[in-house]
């Protein structure tokens, strides 16, 4: 099959869906001719699709998502881009309030067809205001999809199948693998929302992890198995909706289970997970369930301090080991 | 002219030579990989800085953006401690913690930098009240570029600012450009300062590029905030040499529109003003290029033997007074 970047893949679907719908166009900052957005991603895209479905806009996020907004509830089927992620802070009424509920609020007389698609993660000194992984915030508010891909081929074959979908998408890239290279098949096809993927098959533990993490978890994995520990890697994809049945049918099988990610471990997905597992899972545990985010501080700049505060393949490799050696639960 | 008017004119000179030189240096150390992240510089726009920061006391308030390293050290920043910054060396500004975006020494009364395109003119209100409230005469400059003026927060922040009639004198540094955007592809208006009537609010548009308009203005624009009589705009034209980050290879930038800007380059022309009416010598100015030229490089010396923060000290200053958030993890 053939090979091609996660940014690649990106374009592709969104050039393949504006070729399948005329529905669809595409907003956001500096995303037209000449730069083709903050992380290259739409590149080539206004000299195909022109400059009407191609909007360059102002720094205004607001303005963004509210056209998405106003541009979903009336036939269109708008694909933002908002640079960082960390810029949702100036556009989150609009998110929040708006796209979330209108649906709910009118009692079901509107969808609300639109993606927002957005790059979150460390990993490149980017400090504190563009660093942050934030996908949790979305996760709590009813209404939205929220969408987390790690590979070339599901980055595709999930933004596809959210720009088809008639609920708002939080469609998060990670800014660290828009360069990963990966397989990806060149007939249509797309990733349905809501089904976790098992990245590695093994029998000891399950580590549940998201996006970068996916491929710090499988690194561990190639180390830990030559110790002789066999491990499980499990990606959800998608948060909301999240496929609780392939993680509950992992833990079940492996007794054990490490949920990663970089979000701050206080709140995250983590939680979540480590809630489902108690409440569906909780007699086939071998081990307490353990989490690792990120560190409960903002994203330092210094390279030394984001490395301490991110994790990574090798404290993920030491969270496993730890739970092979007689269970003892944190505070005792 | 007297001797004082002469040494400001000098120091105006040496700080724009100042941030020029460390401009220059920071975008070669960027290049060569050895500034992480990513970094805006103002190489080009150093009049603007330095003929506001030239207008303030030494109480006021500065609210700086992400393309600040001007502002810092026209404000009195200190070189070295910014070049460690930038490094993300213990020794730095900020610990290591912020970097180029949100270099600041707040005893100088610089309120952050900014990775928030917009985020920095409510702020600004805020300091604004706080002078007001304690019964002082302070005032706060706030940098802001033509991309930011299409921020909500922006136009929110100015009509707060008329309406509480606060002493903000808020700077657009209009380099022609959001990103890859020129201005008249993002803004409805064709200068930023026509923005200030819709708020009712005095403004000017002066040639950024001339140190001595700038100051003209900011000096003028400070007096008026400092009465009392509330905020003011200043918009300062001017053109930023090097691409939106380092890095970025300006292919937006049409043919000749350089050469055309670089005839006004804001040093050069100053240089040859202080020479031409006889303010300054060819020798001494040399001296002061000399002398700055051999700072900049202590500088970078300084970042570079510094020693990486501890790890750990990642966790500090998350909160203050408190640890919780740290041990709770
Ligand atoms: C809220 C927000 N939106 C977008 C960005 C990305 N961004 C950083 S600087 C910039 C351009 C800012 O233009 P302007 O205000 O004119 O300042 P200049 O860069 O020209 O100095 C953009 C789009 C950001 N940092 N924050
Ligand atoms: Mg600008």
Redesign the pocket.
Known sequence: MRTITYREAVREALAEEMRRDSSVFLLG??IGKKFGG?NKVTVGLCEEFGDERVRNTP?S?SAIVGAAVGGAMTGLRPVAE???I??V??CMDQIMNQAAKLRYMTGGQTKMPLVIRTPGGAGRSSAA??AQSLETLFCHIPGLLVIQPSSPRDVKGLLKAAIRDSNPVVFIEHKMLYNTKGEVPEEEYTVPIGSADVKREGADITVVATQRQVYAALEAADVLGEEGISVEVVDPRTLVPLDTETILASVRKTGRVLLVHESVERCGIGAEIAALVAEQAFDYLDYPVRRLGARNTPVPFSPPLEDFVIPNAERIADTVRSMFQTAVYKDA | MTEKTRESYIWMFRTMTRIRQAEAKVAELYMAAEIPGFL?S?LG?EAVAVGVCAALESGDYLVS???GHGHLLARGGRTDLMMAELLGKESGYCSGKGGSMHIADVSLGILGA??????GPPIANGAGLSAKLRGTSDIVACF????????GAFHEALNLAKVWSLPVVYVC???????S?PLRDHCAVENIADRAAAYNMPAMTVDGNDVLAVHEACVQSAEHARSGKGPILIECRTY?FLG?FVGDPFVYRPDGEEEEWKTRDPIPRFRAYLLENDIASKQELEKIEAEVAEEVDEAVQFAKHSPYPDPESAMEHVYSDWQWGNEYR
């Not at chain 2, 900014?114 to 985020?119: A, L, R």
């Not at chain 2, 540094?173 to 990103?179: D, F, P, S």
Request: cysteine-free; charged content about 20%.
């Open positions: 900052e500096d903050t720094i996020e908002i640079g960082f960390d810029f802070g100036v205001q563009h | 805006h103002s726009q953006h992400h393309r900014n990775g928030i395109v917009g985020s802001f570029g033509d991309g930011a003026s299409n921020e540094e209009n380099n022609q450009y959001a990103l955007t930023r939106h």
